[in-house]
């Protein structure tokens, strides 16, 4: 828009009044005879009658009566409106596919959701509602523990576990042979050692005739030897 | 030494009945009281009336106005004019009534109100329009109603104001605190709104 047009208007706005812009300016011209009818239209509306029933009421409300304020305080709690999900539910709940018109939908829900019954509350509940309120510690734990989130374990867990297994398996690999080898030595060692510093557990004796011989190893001597039993060499 | 009025005070044409009630607490409408409510009473329910668009809760908004004006006429220090100050409570008011309504009431039962409202008249009065005369113009107030009525809050607030009770854009400025520059804008964008609502209806009733 030019700039004269704009301060034209502007103008107007603030005090309306006649300029020359309208002369040279159609649009302008027509704009405001747009804006002369309607401030003519609003101006011209009748004021109201005020009702005496205000200066009732104001009177009431100066001596103390504020009953009127009151409901109009609670009536301007805000009602949440029924999100669309409970329309969808609904529908699932009788079975029906929304897919007719706002009227045939309302026909359908109207009598299946009168069907609802109000169900009085069963005996059982005043029992159970007894019971919770004698140990509520407890109904309160039992309520709450069994809602409470299952998590699954992380997957950090599964790596721990497998480098777990993997260690085990190196040690059984590598480190018990080790271990079997090192029990050998120690053993063939031991025995090694035994045997440097004992004396050997057999007397050697040299015998030039078998009458010199031990009764007991006589005859295996002879046989050794090769000399009949009884024959001295 | 005394302190200094504020300055409102000594241009404000209402500062000497508003200090008047200041010095006592209302507990009646009787005496200073009273005669601020019969100063203000039509320009209350006048905008009350334009904003919420009928005259039910024109009436609970109008007792709203009033009902805080009195209970807080202490609090009131001349900061601004008093007139913008009424202005002010009774435009708020109005939008809350009108909110709180909006569930109560259908559209269809909004409109019969405002016909019924309109132009009560004395068959007697032999300066009386002709009643043909008189219902078309009925007609016509009650269709420009409808077309304020379907403006956004701030903008109904504004052309009321502005073009119904007369206020210039200072008086506007000071009684909605907004700053002149957004008076100058939701009045143009009121009447951009206005050619969208207003201007079919009356090109309909001037031209038959």
Redesign the interface.
Known sequence: MKDDCQKH??QW??APAWSEHEVVCADCAAWTR??V???A???A???????E???L???A???GDRG??LE?AL??LT?PGAPAELEERVVELFGQRASEGDATRGEQHAPALGALDVHAAPPVLERLLNEELAAAADYRVKRFSSSLERLSAPDALEQRLQLGVRRRALARLVLAPLATLAAATLVVWLLVRRGAEHEYPFLVVRATAADRLDPLVRPLAEILGGVPPGEAR | MPAEDPPGMNTDPDAELVLACQRTS????EGD?RRL?DRY??RV??VC??ITGN?SD???A???T??IL?RRMREFRFESRFSSWVYRIAVNASI??R??AR??LTSLEALQEVRD????YDPADHMVEMPSAAASRRE??AE??RA?SRLSPKLRTI?VLR??E?LS?EEVSEALRISLGTV?SR??RA?EA??RE??PV?DKHYLG
């Open positions: 208007r502007d706005l603030h747009v804006r009818q309607h401030v239209a609003l101006s509306l009748t004021r109201p009658e005020v009702p029933e205000l200066a009421r104001v009177q409300e100066l001596a009127r304020r109009r009536t301007s009602r | 209302a507990t009646s409408l009281y409510y009473k039509d329910y006048n009336f334009r005259p024109a009436l609970d109008s007792q709203e009033f009902g009195f809350d009534v909110r709180r569930r109560r409202s309109q132009g009560k016509l107030e420009i109603q304020i052309i073009y119904v007369n854009y100058k009045l143009a009447h206005l050619d207003l201007t009356l």
